[in-house]
Structure formats: C-alpha cells, structure tokens
C-alpha cells in the first residue's frame, strides 16, 4: 500500500510527533513538498504533505493561521509537517489551534530531522509500493495466462480474486458469457444495456458505472471494457469493485484484456482461411458433391453435414445500400448464440450478401428469428416494411447435404418475396403452406396484367360493352355459358358474342387453356392493385 502519514510517523529515523488530526493519520501520502509560502495552495496538487518551518507566516496570528489550515484543506494537502527549532522553537499556538478547529493532520518535525529525509522516505515508500504493485501485476497475469487455457469461464474467476470483486465476459452481441463469482450473474445481467451502448461506440472503448450489489444496500463501482482488435468490438469485460481499482488490480485487469481479446479474435489469416474452406463447401454442396464437402469440412464442419441444416440469405434491404454493419451484426448474434449452444454454422459472404447453414431446430435459427423479429409482423400485429439500412432474409426449408441447390433456391425464392412484401424474414415454408394470390402484388406482374388487359379497358371506355367483366365472369364459371350468363344478367348468345369480341381484340383463343389462365391471374393481379 503507498505511504500513510501514520507510516511516516511510525518511521523510527524520522522521529515524528502528532500535534493535531490524529484520527486522520491513515490517509495516504502522494508526495512531500516543501514551500515556504504564504499561499502555496495554486502550486498542490492534493495528497501532499506539505513541509514548512514558517519564515514567511504570520504564525502566530489566529485569524492568518485560520484560512491558512482552511486553504490547505481545501487544496486536498493530507497533513503539515512543521520544522521546530527553525523560525519557531515551538509549533505557535495559533497554528495549532487552527488545525485541531479543522482536524487537519500537524506534525512536528524535530530540528535534526531534514525534510530531505522526509521527502526520501515517503518517495522510497512509494517505490516499493510501486514495485508490489508490478511484482503482483506479473503474478496475476502468470495466473490469468493459465487460466485462458481453460476458457472465459476460469479466467473470470481468478480476475475476480484478484480485484476483490467480481468480474464478467460477454461476447460480441452482448450476451452474457460468464461472471464470477456465482452471485455475480445476476448483477452482470442488469449491465447488458451499459454493454450494448458500449457496443454502438468504436473500439477500443470503455465506460463506468455504477449501481447495487445484490443483497447489499451498498453500491459497486463496475468498469466495462471492449475487447477486440479492430475497430469492432468482439466481446466486453465488466469487473466490478467496491473502490476504483489500484496499480496492481489494473495490471491485472489489463492482463485479462489482452487474454480475452486474443481468445476472442481471430488473426486476419485465420479468418480468411476459414472463409474460403466455408466457401469451398458450400461449392461442393450446391453442385451436388455431398460426400467431397463432408471430406474438405473435416471435423470443422462435418457435423454440421450430418443432420438437416437451414439455409439463409441476407442482404440489404434498400438498394446500393451499405449492408455490411447490419449484416456482421447479424453474423455475430447467429454465432454467439451457436458457441452458447455449442453448434456449429458455416458463414460464407457472398458480395453484398451472406449465406449461412446452421442446424435446423438449433439455437442459430431461433436466433435469426429473434435477431428480425423487430421488423416482422405475425397475425395479431400489422407488418411493418423493411427500411433503408436493414437486412432482408431469406430461409429455406430443412434439407440435408443431397438438398442443398433446392435448399439454396429455396432461399433465394424466400429473399425475393421478403424484398417485395417489404418483409425482413420470410421462410420457405410460407410460401409453400400459402396461397399464390399476394404474389401477384408485385409491381413487374401487374404491369404484365394492365398491358395484357389494357385493350379490353379501353373497348370498355367507349361504353361498346362490358368485356371485361363478361370475361370474369366467363373465367369464375368455368366457360359455362349459361351459369355466367345469369350471373351478368344477360342471354347466352350475348356471351358469346362478347367472348368472340375478347379474342378478336387481344387476337388470342380463349380455348387454349394458357390463354384462360393467364387472363384469370391477369385479371386477379389487377384486382389487388391499390385504388382497383
């Protein structure tokens, strides 16, 4: 610990004797200094003992000496250290009794002790504290080293004995990892918004802050910390401690983000070899090559291949729009909730895209869910469009590794109608579950039915007849001249008359049943369009 004014009376060379402010003895001392003046006070720091003999006081004036004890107090100066023997045979009384008024700390220096000895004790005191202090640092960052070996979890526990509080990890989406001790858990967990706003600053950053220990009334002082690299956070540290941190606890906490980062981030070589075996595989399986991806994958993804996977698209929702936060954002939440779960997922980016197999029925899946949900819309709740910045998906049905081109075009298919529904996740298994009709709201297909139908509209317009719904009505019955006769109200002959004028006009023959199709889906498309 550095030096206290009870250290420095207790120094047998010194021969100290306390006068006044006995009760305050324990504070630390940062420095001694020697100043004659009558107002040393612009030249303090705080923490200092100030040493003087009074040549230029006013000693023995009690009003003089009042504010002077007063301005030392309020500079944050610990103790006066006065040199009797000098300028005064004793300690005036007027300075004495300003400092016992202000329980501020006088010691009497006796004539044969120089201040020289006083400065050299407590600067020799603050070296061997010092020197602790590093000695400590070395011993802690020896064991945290060994505890990175066994993982986050080890290496949060020993932080937390040697900060005397406690400590936790949370990984690059803000999820908690570990924390120790046990109970610290829980007050880690009531940190993921200080975390989260952490996350949303470029690395490195950190921030303090404060709060209650759980079952206690008093408050702990937390330090979080981003870990990573590059200018993109890969995880944070949280340690929380009753009292700001000392030398030796900083050492340490250093030592365990230097640990932690090199655990969390990948070399740039690492990440870049993965990718292309990720990329290979992916390859391999879109071309049919199950049995060589499994090989290439190895024990890195093998598992993966065995069991039925999920295959999705993301890319941005706007277009020329910068995907590359949101998509990496999306990326780390599906791996952090992969590792918690222990799966395994293959992440390839694709240009302005990523794809990615994760385990059907895994935590990754559920995660992607979760990760869109603020954005996607469900029976109870009206869905909200997908905005400029943000991420659509796409997610295939479960397929195996003989599946994956179908799981592949699955996903593109889900990513082309979440772009055109304005929806951010769409699954496969809604398309195939539901109807074709609201695909027919795309802009391309209803251009299609206007220019398809535009003749018929305008034969209309000129009040010649009324073909277009003759022709719904001819379509919905099946081609059953006498049911759509009685539904328009009309004689069958003059059905058929308007039929026959329908395929003169758009010169195409309503007995091909391509033809009939296309005009009832023509007809369908134009009837959901806004305003029809």
């Known amino acids: 610990m550095p030096p206290t004014l009870a250290s420095l009376v207790h120094h047998s060379a010194l021969k100290l004797v306390v006068r006044a402010g006995e009760d305050r003895l324990e504070t630390p001392v940062r420095w001694a200094h ?21 040549m230029k006081l006013d000693a023995e004036n009690p ?6 004890v007063r301005r030392l107090v309020g500079a944050g100066v610990v103790g006066l250290g006065f040199a009797v023997g000098v300028s005064y045979d ?12 202000e329980g501020f700390p006088l010691l009497e220096v006796p004539r044969r002790t120089p201040f020289l000895a006083i400065s050299k004790a407590v600067s020799a005191a603050i070296a061997a504290d010092q020197y602790r202090a590093v000695t400590a640092g070395f011993e802690a960052q020896r064991e945290l080293t060994k505890a990175a070996l066994t993982g986050p979890a080890e290496l949060v526990a020993r932080l937390a004995s040697h900060v005397d509080g406690w400590a936790a990890v949370y990984d690059a989406s803000g999820a908690l990892v570990a924390a120790a001790p046990d109970w610290a858990a829980r007050r880690a967990a009531r940190l993921v918004p200080d975390v989260e706003r952490l996350r949303e600053r470029p690395a ?38 009753a009292a700001p941190l000392g030398t030796a606890e900083r050492y340490a906490v250093h030592s365990a983000i230097a640990l932690l980062t090199l655990t969390t981030e990948r070399t740039r070589a690492l990440q870049a070899a993965e990718t292309r075996l990720g990329a290979a595989v992916l390859r391999m399986l879109l071309a049919g090559e199950s049995d060589h991806a499994r090989a290439v994958a190895g024990d890195l993804y093998g598992g993966l291949l065995d069991a039925p996977f ?22 780390d939440a599906l791996e952090s909730a992969a590792a918690r779960a222990g799966e395994v997922i293959l992440v ?3 240009g302005g895209r990523v794809v990615i197999l994760a385990a059907d029925g895994g ?17 109870a709740r009206p869905m909200e469009p997908a905005e400029e910045g943000e991420l659509v998906v796409g997610l295939s049905a479960p397929a195996g590794p003989t599946a994956a081109a179908s799981a592949f075009k699955q996903a593109e298919q889900a990513l082309s109608v979440a772009r055109r529904r304005g929806r951010t996740l769409v699954e496969h298994e809604e398309l195939a579950t539901g109807s074709v009709l609201p695909l027919l709201a795309d802009d391309a297909v209803r251009a299609f039915a206007d220019g398809m139908l535009r003749p018929l509209y305008e034969h209309d317009a000129t009040g010649r007849g009324d073909l277009v719904a003759s022709l719904r009505a001819w379509l919905s019955r099946h081609g059953q001249w006498d049911a759509a006769a009685a539904q328009l109200g009309v004689h069958r002959h003059t059905l058929r008359y308007r039929m026959r004028r329908v395929e003169e006009i758009l010169g195409r023959s309503l007995d091909d049943p391509d033809v009939r199709m296309e005009l009832w889906l023509a007809l369908k498309a134009t009837s959901t369009s806004p305003g029809a």
């Open 34 to 54: 020697v100043s004659e003046l009558a107002d040393p006070v612009p030249y303090m720091e705080g923490g200092e003992l100030l040493l003087i003999t009074a």
């Open 63 to 68: 009003e003089t000496m009042r504010r002077y």
């Open 90 to 101: 004793d300690i005036p009384q007027a300075l004495l009794a300003a400092a016992k008024e």
């Open 204 to 241: 490195p950053a950190s921030a303090v802050v404060a709060g209650p220990v759980e079952g206690s009334d008093t408050e702990d002082r937390v330090e979080l910390q981003s870990l990573g690299a590059g200018r993109r956070a890969r995880g944070t540290l949280a340690v929380g401690t």
């Open 310 to 331: 999920r295959l999705l698209i993301a890319e941005a929702a706007g277009e020329g729009t910068d995907a590359t936060e949101p998509l990496q954002a999306l990326v």
């Open 348 to 350: 390839v980016p694709d």
């Open 363 to 379: 935590e990754s899946v559920a995660e992607c869910a979760a990760h869109t949900a603020v954005r996607r819309g469900d029976a």
